[in-house]
C-alpha cells in the first residue's frame, strides 16, 4: 500500500493529511483558502490520488504560514508513500492547456529539492491574482512542495493572461506530471538509477 498520513501542528497552524497514490482521484480538502482548495482539488483529481486535506491557521495575520505548511505536509505525504521509490518510473512531465493559458510541468523524484519556474507571460507575477492566493502563493508553495518531497520540479508557464486559468493549469500539469512520476514500472526492479539510490 502507498499510503502516508502526516500531521504537523504548530502556534501558527495545524495540519493533516492522508495521501493514497494509487486511488482513484477522490478529494476532500478543507484548508481556509478557496483558491488553494480548488488547486489541491484539481491536483488529486488529474492526478488519480485519493487526497485528504485538513488544515487550520494563523489566517488572521496572513496566508503565508498555512500555504507554506501545507505544501511542506503534502511534500512528505508523497515522501513517505514512496517510501525507498523502487520501481516507480521517477520522471514525468505534462502539458496542460486552460483556455488561454498553457503550462508545462516536468520532474524527477531524484532525491534532491529544486523547483525552477520560468513565466513566459508579459508582465509576469504583477498580472493578476485571487481574493485570497497570488502568483506568489503559488510559488511558494511550490517550492515547499519540492523540498519536502525530495523533487525536481520545472514549472512553465507558455501562455496565459487570466490568474485563475493559468494557475489550474500548473496545477493540473503537476498533478498529470506527479502520477506519471510515481506509477509503478515492472521493467524497474530496483532503484531507478543507475547508481543504485536516489
Given at each position: 500500500?502507498?499510503?502516508?498520513t502526516?500531521?504537523r501542528k ?15 482521484g477522490k ?21 488519480l ?7 487550520s491557521?494563523?489566517?488572521e495575520?496572513?496566508r ?8 511542506l505536509?503534502l ?18 512531465f ?9 503550462a508545462?510541468v ?27 492566493y497570488s502568483w ?8 515547499s512542495f ?10 512553465d ?20 506530471a ?20 536516489l
Amino acid at each position: 500500500m502507498r499510503n502516508a498520513t502526516v500531521a504537523r501542528k504548530s502556534k501558527e497552524t495545524n495540519i493533516a493529511i492522508s495521501l493514497k497514490l494509487d486511488g482513484h482521484g477522490k478529494t476532500s480538502v478543507k484548508t481556509g483558502l478557496s483558491f488553494l482548495d480548488h488547486m489541491l482539488t484539481l491536483l488529486g483529481t488529474h492526478g488519480l490520488y485519493d487526497l485528504t486535506v485538513k488544515a487550520s491557521g494563523d489566517l488572521e495575520i496572513d496566508r503565508h504560514h498555512t500555504n507554506e505548511d501545507i505544501g511542506l505536509v503534502l511534500g512528505q505525504a508523497f515522501d513517505q508513500a514512496l517510501k525507498d521509490r523502487k520501481g516507480i518510473a521517477r520522471f514525468g512531465f505534462a502539458y496542460v492547456p486552460m483556455d488561454e493559458a498553457l503550462a508545462r510541468v516536468v520532474l524527477d523524484f531524484s532525491g534532491r529539492a529544486k523547483l525552477v519556474l520560468r513565466d513566459g507571460r508579459a508582465g509576469g507575477k504583477g498580472l493578476s491574482s485571487s481574493t485570497d492566493y497570488s502568483w506568489g502563493d503559488a510559488e511558494h508553495f511550490l517550492e515547499s512542495f519540492a523540498r519536502t518531497a525530495k523533487l525536481t520540479i520545472h514549472v512553465d508557464v507558455l501562455s496565459g493572461v487570466d490568474f485563475h486559468h493559468t494557475c489550474e493549469a500548473v496545477f493540473k500539469a503537476l498533478g498529470r506530471a506527479l502520477e506519471q512520476a510515481t506509477r509503478r514500472d515492472p521493467r524497474v526492479k530496483g532503484v531507478p538509477s543507475s547508481k543504485g539510490r536516489l
